[in-house]
């Protein structure tokens, strides 16, 4: 199947500059292709992550990534999507970003020949004022800037120069890479269609109007109540496992909404067809098995993160879903247990009645007495039904953690002080 086909039957197609140019290019030849992330922060999230699975997809295919960080654009900020101006970054801050981003791209794509990183920093910031005047503001077109929706969507409130000349910099950036390693085509969301379209007329105007270069754009991915894929109460889903832990991000994947999981499949998976349609038929005929749920959660998480971070993460989930939690390491009980609601104690043998109520685990004794003759009390996996039962901080998970589960879905994480 021809990559651009594939894109198509996955939905992740949402314009394009030249189909069946773009279509015969790739058909036999290896190309060279990139797209950029600004390193406004340490880690991407999985709203970055969109743009990125399209060029693995053509790394896959044979083509050749270049992954473009920007150390200089990152200094100024791209207005797409914004209603305001952003804060400027220090150079030290978006360093460390660089770093940080680099590092996340050489795990999702390898450290071997077939992926550049460049960072755009090596040749906008040797660029002089006049330089860029003579060399490439003559090429653009105040009137065309400003029809560009990027732009178009901040005049009311108004828009800095400094962000206003951001599209000038990352058609730079195309023209760079195609002079220098035939880069010929740019990808990315849907809201850079404005700053990819000038990359292509300012190559056009300095190489020729033969020179064959494209650009391609990703669908806005929304989730099926219409809210914007990848936010959450808890705010972002980052791949930085520091941000957003493996087991948490296990997590998000494994709780989408029927309406929306073969759509993330097609996006986020390298699965093919064959196989989606086959959980698609199970979303229909079995909703309440989560098949497509489990495929979809097991195969991102070991794309981001690795075989290893999945299977702890499955381990933690089976575990609390059990209520098994015996075997769970302080590794893991940190990583699942981190954002359940939790208490405080000391590490003084206690009556398990007064040690609940002392925690604020329960509101009085009497309710307390209750739960625990009824079997609603679980300490570290194991359930207690002896009012008189001694609770011992000490006796499990290196004295420092106590796992209390009430009811059959309530946990809640005791740290011993």
Partial sequence: MNIIDELQWRDAINQ???????????????????????????????????????????QLAGHKPFILIGGATGTIGDPSGRTSERMLQTLETIQENVEGLSSQMKKLFGKDANVTIVNNYDWLS?????DFLRSYGKDFNINTMLAKDIVASRLDKGISFTEFAYQILQSIDFLHLFKNHNVQLQIGGADQWGNITSGLDLIRKKEGNDAKVFGLTIPLMLKADGTKFGKTAGGAIWLDPKRT???????????????????????????????????EEKVKNEPEKREAQKRLAEEVTKFVHDETALQEAQKITQALFSGNVKDLTVKEIEQGLQNMPSFN??????????????????????QAREDVINGAINI?????????????????????????RKGKRNYFLVKIL
């Fill in 245 to 279: 832990s493996p087991y948490e991000f296990y997590q998000f994947w494994l709780n989408q909404d029927d309406r929306d999981v073969i759509k993330y499949l097609k996006f986020f998976t390298f699965l093919d067809k064959e196989e989606i349609d086959f959980l």
């Fill in 16 to 58: 394009q500059t030249n189909e069946e140019g773009l279509r015969e290019l790739v058909e036999n030849n290896s190309i060279s292709l990139y797209c950029g992330v600004d390193p406004t922060g340490g880690s991407m999230h999985i709203g970055h992550l969109i743009p990125f699975m399209m060029m693995k997809r053509f």
């Fill in 345 to 366: 104690t000391t590490n003084k043998t206690k009556n398990i009645v007064d040690w609940l109520v002392e925690i604020n685990c329960e509101p009085s004794k009497r």
């Fill in 380 to 404: 570290n996996g194991e359930k207690v039904t002896d009012i008189n039962f001694l609770v011992n901080p000490n006796s499990a998970f290196e004295g420092k953690y106590m796992i209390i």
């Fill in 126 to 130: 040797s660029l002089t004022l006049l």
